[in-house]
Every structure is written in C-alpha cells, then in structure tokens.
C-alpha cells in the first residue's frame, strides 16, 4: 500500500464521517411536529400576536438562504464575491484565486524542500491555499459585522428620534447615513442611494439584508414590513427593537465569557501537538521522517488525525451558542 492509496483511505473515512454526520444531523420529529401543531394554531387562531408571530415566522423563511448558497446569488462564483464584499474590502475573485494559488505553491515547494514527498507537499499546498484565505475572509467578514452589531442600536435610536420629530423614514435614514461612522454608516449610505435612484426602501432594505446576512439587519427588515402590513407606532417599534438588539449583544457577550475558558482549552490541546510536531521537525528532520516513509506510521498519523478532527468538532460544537 503506497502513500496514494493511503490518502485515499483517510479521504474514504472522512468522506463516510461526513455523510454519517448528516444522516444523522436530520430534521428532528419533534421539531417537524411542533412546527406542525404552530401552524395550525396560527390557522385558526384569531388573536393579534398569533398573527404577528405567524408573519415573522414567515418573513424569516423568506430571508433564509439556499442550500449551498449565499442569499441573492445565482452561483458559487457569486456567492464569493458576494463573501468578499461583506469583508468591507475592495477584492474581487480574481485576486481571491491568485492569491489560494500563490500561497498553495509557495507551501507546496517549502514543504517538497524539507521533506522530498512530492504528494504530501502537494496535499498541503491544497489544504492551506484554500483553508487559509478561507478562514481570512471569515475573520474580516465576521470582525465587520461585529462592528456593525456594536453601532447597530445607535442607529436604530437615531431613527427614533428622527420619526419622533416629524422626518419621514427616507430622511431619518440619510440622517443616519451621514452620522453613524463605521459599517453601519456605509451600509444606510447605500441604502439612501438605492432609494435616489428610484428603488422602493423595502427593496433597497431587502438588497442590503440579502448582501449583508446579518441577523440583526433582517430584524430590522422584519420589524418594518410587519408595521406597513399591521400599522402601528413605528417609532415605538424601533425602539423596543433597539432595546432587544442591545440585549441580545449583552447575552452574547455573557456567552462569551463563560465559555472563554473552554475555547482557550481546545485551542491549546488542538493546536499543541501540531507545533511541537513542526518543531521537532524543522529541528531534527531525521527523527519524524518516518512519519513519511514508514506505512505503519503513515498509517497513525492519518488516524490521529481523523480523531483529532472529531474532537475538535465536538469542542467547537459544545461551546457555540445561538441566541
């Protein structure tokens, strides 16, 4: 059995993992029922709320995003470029892929230079010229929404203030757009521009939700098409929307906290033994050559790290919170 092959088993067993997981990952029975049993009571039900529920429910379904799809793309082309906008960053595909491919070649020749194993420093190559700008962009696209996330309910209070005082929604929104510094200014910016050129404000809110996929921006949609269906003070609406949002960010930020010990943990315990592994090699490559010769080694170093693997999903699972 050469190392080929031995990859090739790795990849069969994690591919198996996979597919075990989402077989396993399926809609619940429970859920299915219930989901049932609430929709027959939004049916028949005459009361005020049962209906408002029944409408943000549904407005919530709307907003999701395909399967394997970002929302408001045709294609997995799209959908990545519509990922690298949402970093704030003036990058476009092209450089995305020059820039996998640069770094996988560059890693594939580093490692074919330490080690002489022309299909390991090509497995490598691959896996960190596509992992790391990857989870680059993920950094970026989730350190812009958390910045948008902070100012969010300052803009929402702005907007209270603005309708309270008599200014109609499109010049609240410009207020906010000229005063808000940061994602949020830029975003309601786009917004404004949207509606000058002739778009409705729904559709110019619903482009920006579908680009941004921030929860909080879609409550915001929600909550403004839910008062032009039902009427109402949406002044006060905005506000007790500002108050939730700034509760819901207290909540995660008590998440965050108390789970800061156990992330460290799986940090640590997932990352050590690749460094020490990498220093020892990088130091004495004659101690752990055999890892790249020897089928019997080959053979452990894929199985530990399929297991090290499950565990680091499991650690990832048992400390992500949704709220």
């Given at each position: 059995?050469?190392?080929?092959?031995?990859?090739?088993?790795?990849?069969?067993?994690?591919?198996?993992?996979?597919?075990?997981?989402?077989l396993v990952a399926g809609p619940s029975a429970?859920?299915?029922?219930?989901?049932?049993?609430?929709?027959?009571?939004?049916?028949?039900?005459?009361?005020?709320?049962?209906?408002?529920?029944?409408?943000?429910?549904?407005?919530?379904?709307?907003?999701?995003?395909?399967?394997h799809k970002l929302a408001g793309s045709s294609?997995?082309?799209?959908?990545?470029?519509?990922?690298?906008?949402?970093?704030?960053?003036?990058?476009?595909?092209?450089?995305?892929?020059?820039?996998?491919?640069?770094?996988?070649?560059?890693?594939?020749?580093?490692?074919?230079?330490?080690?002489?194993?022309?299909?390991?420093?090509?497995?490598?190559?691959?896996?960190?010229?596509?992992?790391?700008?990857?989870?680059?962009?993920?950094?970026?696209?989730?350190?812009?929404?958390?910045?948008?996330?902070?100012?969010?309910?300052?803009?929402?209070?702005?907007?209270?203030?603005?309708?309270?005082?008599?200014?109609?929604?499109?010049?609240?929104?410009?207020?906010?757009?000229?005063?808000?510094?940061?994602?949020?200014?830029?975003?309601?910016?786009?917004?404004?521009?949207?509606?000058?050129?002739?778009?409705?404000?729904?559709?110019?809110?619903?482009?920006?939700?579908?680009?941004?996929?921030?929860?909080?921006?879609?409550?915001?949609?929600?909550?403004?098409?839910?008062?032009?269906?039902?009427?109402?003070?949406?002044?006060?609406?905005?506000?007790?929307?500002?108050?939730?949002?700034?509760?819901?960010?207290q909540m995660k930020l008590k998440i965050r906290?108390?789970?800061?010990?156990?992330?460290?943990?799986?940090?640590?315990?997932?990352?050590?033994?690749?460094?020490?592994?990498?220093?020892?090699?990088?130091?004495?490559?004659?101690?752990?050559?055999?890892?790249?010769?020897?089928?019997?080694?080959?053979?452990?170093?894929?199985?530990?790290?399929?297991?090290?693997?499950?565990?680091?999903?499991?650690?990832?699972?048992?400390?992500?919170?949704?709220?």
């Amino acid at each position: 059995m050469n190392i080929i092959q031995l990859l090739l088993v790795g990849c069969g067993i994690m591919a198996l993992m996979v597919i075990g997981y989402m077989l396993v990952a399926g809609p619940s029975a429970a859920k299915e029922s219930q989901r049932r049993i609430d929709a027959l009571r939004y049916r028949h039900s005459d009361s005020t709320d049962a209906k408002m529920e029944s409408q943000l429910k549904k407005a919530i379904a709307s907003r999701k995003p395909t399967v394997h799809k970002l929302a408001g793309s045709s294609s997995r082309i799209d959908a990545l470029a519509l990922r690298l906008d949402r970093t704030g960053k003036k990058w476009t595909v092209t450089q995305y892929f020059y820039t996998s491919l640069g770094l996988a070649l560059g890693v594939a020749v580093i490692v074919y230079l330490r080690s002489g194993a022309p299909v390991l420093s090509l497995g490598l190559g691959l896996l960190l010229g596509a992992g790391i700008p990857h989870l680059a962009v993920g950094h970026l696209i989730k350190k812009r929404t958390n910045a948008f996330n902070a100012r969010f309910p300052d803009a929402i209070e702005l907007l209270v203030r603005g309708l309270r005082s008599g200014l109609p929604v499109t010049e609240t929104l410009q207020v906010v757009a000229q005063e808000v510094p940061g994602p949020v200014g830029i975003e309601f910016k786009g917004v404004v521009e949207r509606i000058k050129i002739g778009r409705s404000m729904e559709e110019a809110l619903q482009e920006t939700a579908d680009r941004l996929a921030i929860a909080e921006f879609n409550f915001f949609c929600i909550a403004l098409a839910i008062q032009r269906e039902t009427g109402g003070n949406l002044a006060e609406t905005l506000s007790n929307l500002a108050d939730v949002l700034r509760k819901r960010s207290q909540m995660k930020l008590k998440i965050r906290a108390m789970s800061s010990e156990s992330k460290a943990s799986a940090y640590i315990v997932g990352a050590l033994p690749f460094l020490v592994f990498g220093m020892i090699w990088w130091i004495n490559p004659e101690y752990v050559g055999g890892f790249f010769e020897d089928e019997r080694l080959i053979v452990t170093g894929l199985g530990g790290l399929v297991w090290m693997s499950i565990g680091g999903f499991i650690m990832a699972k048992m400390v992500s919170f949704e709220i």
